[in-house]
């Protein structure tokens, strides 16, 4: 991997905080005290941007994420710890949707934060399969309740689907499907889980209702090929999570109590 680091020598203070921030200790001082990369981080960045982005005077430039492409943390943005508390808590797992369409360039929008979910070593190993037509939802709900006949599980949900009730992917319009390659990651599991859940909330900022698909997730695992087929997965790729998207039918005017928080202090 090609990487240089540009340090502008009438701006930077010598705070180095560029060097301490550096996951991997890349970054040392040079003969005159400014930072410098060392000749490890060709192998070994990970292009995390952290020290562009913690240069306090933007006297520091790194080719794999330019001072240029950045975006300025804007503090009158950022939430309150009361309105975070309010949004996290008011999310609820939505289960009945209305038929109107989300707008692509919302679930544009909402992808796109995903995309600043951590992952191990940064490795963004994530790819998306984004469902927009309800008639291919309701395609794929139908062969997970196909599945489930010819295992013999959930017969309750299989009568629903009988009966034209959508149990499975609960008549949302629009599905996300977040597959990898098992080695795109050290932490596979956890790195797709993390970018749904920013997907997730991402959504519900936007005033869009979800729900984890478990049921279609539980399907692929167990190697159904019909619906494995029909979503087209790259070679070598698997499914870990699943979101079904849509607008909430109803609107939710309390948040339910929880159990208090599990936790041993040390």
Known sequence: MKISLTIDQETCKKCYSCIAECPFDLINQDQEGYPQLRKAAVKRCIRCGHCMAVCTVDALDISISPLSQSISVDKTLLPSPDSVKHFLESRRSIRTYKKKIVEHSILEQILDVSCYSPSAHNSQPVHWIMVEDPAKVKRIAGMV???????????????????????????????????????????????????????????????????????????????????IDELELPENHKVYTALMLGYPKFLYRHIPQRDPVNVTWR
């Not at 098992?182 to 932490?187: I, L, M, R």
């Not at 991402?202 to 997730?217: E, K, M, Q, R």
Request: hydrophobic share 45%; aromatic share 10%; charged share 15%.
């Open 145 to 227: 309740v196909d599945y489930m006949r010819d295992i013999k599980i959930f017969p309750g949900l299989i009568r629903a689907w009988d009966q034209g009730v959508d149990k499975v992917l609960r008549g949302a319009p629009h599905l996300a499907v977040a597959h990898a390659a098992p080695k795109g990651s050290e932490h596979i599991v956890e790195d797709c889980t993390l970018a749904t859940a920013y997907l997730d909330l991402a959504a519900h900022s936007h005033g869009i209702g979800s729900c984890w698909a478990g049921f279609l997730v539980q399907a692929i695992h167990f190697n159904y090929q019909p619906v």
